[in-house]
């Protein structure tokens, strides 16, 4: 199973960046997803899943309502739609892909996102 995570640059606060994943090896409809970031001198933290249903999501307050997290099926890819960025969101985006029922199986590389005030 191969992630590949895209979309992450540099804005400024306020604006808005979509990151995506694309997986192969593995059908996302199957399987649980997941955002996650790190930034400098800090522990990874949770940002949004998305549950097998495809419907079904969570997320960490610090992004509830400004995140959103969404698949396509058809391009096996997870999106993560980030509005209203604030320069707290500058990190390292990682996606995950859950296969059983607990914790993540494989991560991308992630992708540097700068948001600056």
């Known amino acids: 199973v191969q992630l590949v995570e895209s979309g992450g640059g540099l804005v400024q606060a306020g604006g808005s960046l979509r990151l995506s994943c694309a997986a192969s090896?593995?059908?996302?409809?199957?399987?649980?997803m997941g955002w996650f970031r790190q930034a400098p001198a800090k522990e990874r933290e949770f940002v949004a899943a998305?549950?097998?249903?495809?419907?079904?999501?969570s997320y960490a307050d610090s992004v509830k309502g400004r995140f959103f997290i969404y698949r396509d099926n058809a391009k096996n890819t997870v999106y993560l739609q980030m509005n209203s960025l604030k320069p707290e969101d500058t990190a390292v985006y990682y996606c995950?892909?859950?296969?059983?029922?607990?914790?993540?199986?494989?991560w991308g590389q992630g992708t540097q996102v700068t948001v600056s005030s």
């Open positions: 998305l549950m097998r249903s495809g419907t079904e999501t």
């Open positions: 090896g593995r059908t996302i409809s199957i399987a649980g």
């Open positions: 995950a892909l859950s296969i059983g029922s607990s914790g993540y199986d494989y």
